[in-house]
Nanobody, 126 residues
Framework: QVQLVESGGGSVQAGGSLRLSCAASGYTGSRYCMGWFRQAPGKEREGVAGIHISTGTIYYADSVRGRFTISRDNAKNTLYLQMNSLKPEDTAMYYC???????????????????WGQGTQVTVSS
């Protein structure tokens, strides 16, 4: 089992940037997906960005493509989400997730993930 701890959230004005980090401990040898998800009040959880560890394939939601960048520091077992040009609609709780065994769907499908962090709040004001 993997333990995931997010950090880096906060409050910024529209147009600003934040860098989220997800520190993984325990089992860190996943061959499948890791990703970032977000959930705003009253909305369903949305896949923001994901990376397939084995292939290196990166996925982005259309709403963040060109603004967000997912990356991983293998030596530090840390997943990052660089968020630029933030918009008020990016306001949400952001979660890091790891797929520990194969599941159906792409790396942006929340149902395939087995391990989740506690979340970090991102608030973007107008």
């Amino acid at each position: 089992q993997v333990q995931l701890v997010e950090s880096g959230g906060g409050s910024v004005q529209a147009g600003g940037s934040l860098r989220l980090s997800c520190a993984a401990s325990g089992y860190t040898g996943s061959r499948y997906c890791m990703g970032w998800f977000r959930q705003a009040p009253g909305k369903e959880r949305e896949g923001v960005a994901g990376i397939h560890i084995s292939t290196g394939t990166i996925y982005y939601a259309d709403s963040v493509r060109g603004r967000f960048t997912i990356s991983r520091d293998n030596a530090k077992n840390t997943l990052y989400l660089q968020m630029n040009s933030l918009k008020p609609e990016d306001t949400a709780m952001y979660y890091c997730a790891s797929e520990l065994s194969y599941g159906l769907g792409s790396c942006l499908s929340s149902s395939k993930y087995n391990a989740w962090g506690q979340g970090t709040q991102v608030t973007v004001s107008s």
